[in-house]
């Protein structure tokens, strides 16, 4: 099983990213999935969260700003991150739920100008 992110890098505030997560070796449309944020000292929190049927979640702090978006065809989800601020940046982490549950290995986001 892998998950594999990529898209992070460092923007100035206001810009935008997006993030891509890629699985394979696991039945992708039985799995919800979420991207999960970590900054130095602080617990990894859920930024949002889609489900197999398309349900979405936001955490507070992003609702407006960032979407969470599937394709299925592709095994992959997707962060649209907008209005990027310096208190988004962390490290950003894919997971995958199904009652068993996946994590990637991570994708950096700096937000600063």
């Known amino acids: 099983v892998q998950l594999v992110e990529s898209g992070g890098g460092l923007v100035q505030p206001g810009e935008s990213l997006r993030l891509s997560c890629t699985t394979s070796?696991?039945?992708?449309?039985?799995?919800?999935m979420a991207w999960y944020r970590q900054v130095p000292g602080k617990q990894r929190e859920l930024v949002a969260r889609?489900?197999?049927?398309?349900?979405?979640i936001y955490a507070q702090s992003v609702a407006g700003r960032f979407t969470i978006s599937r394709d299925n065809a592709k095994n992959t989800i997707y962060l649209q991150m907008n209005r990027l601020k310096p208190n988004d940046t962390a490290v950003y982490y894919c997971?995958?739920?199904?009652?068993?549950?996946?994590w990637g290995q991570g994708t950096r986001v700096t937000v600063a100008s």
């Open positions: 997971y995958a739920d199904a009652g068993i549950t996946y």
């Open positions: 889609i489900t197999n049927g398309g349900g979405q």
């Open positions: 070796g696991i039945f992708f449309t039985a799995f919800a």
